[in-house]
């Protein structure tokens, strides 16, 4: 599970190592995706399919479920932004003190 106490330049790393690894990207490290890259559409080129592995990486991996498919558009355009989205996501799972 994900430590909210990690910098997001970790998060972003983990995200990108993720993806490598879920999609089966063989040929690519972390460095070779830009946070700010398209995921989709250009970028990486990622599908539809792509975005359900998205989906349940996100589920195994940080405990995050993704309900609604406009949001998951807007939250997976980019590594940025899904590091943005995981973080926020993680701290609403917190308890509240």
Do not use: C
């Given at each position: 599970?994900?430590n909210?106490d ?16 879920r999609?089966?990207f ?10 700010d890259?398209p995921?989709f ?5 990622l ?7 998205i ?43």
């Amino acid at each position: 599970m994900y430590n909210q106490d990690y910098p997001m330049t970790d998060l972003r790393r983990k995200l990108k190592e993720l993806l490598i690894e879920r999609l089966k990207f063989e040929d690519m490290t972390p460095e070779d995706i830009d946070d700010d890259q398209p995921l989709f559409a250009g970028g990486l080129g990622l599908d539809s399919i792509d975005a359900l592995e998205i989906v349940v990486m996100l589920e195994s991996e940080f405990g995050i479920r993704v309900k609604n498919e406009s949001s998951a558009r807007d939250n997976f355009r980019s590594v940025s932004a899904l590091a943005d989205f995981v973080e926020q996501r993680v701290a609403e799972q917190q308890p509240q003190a």
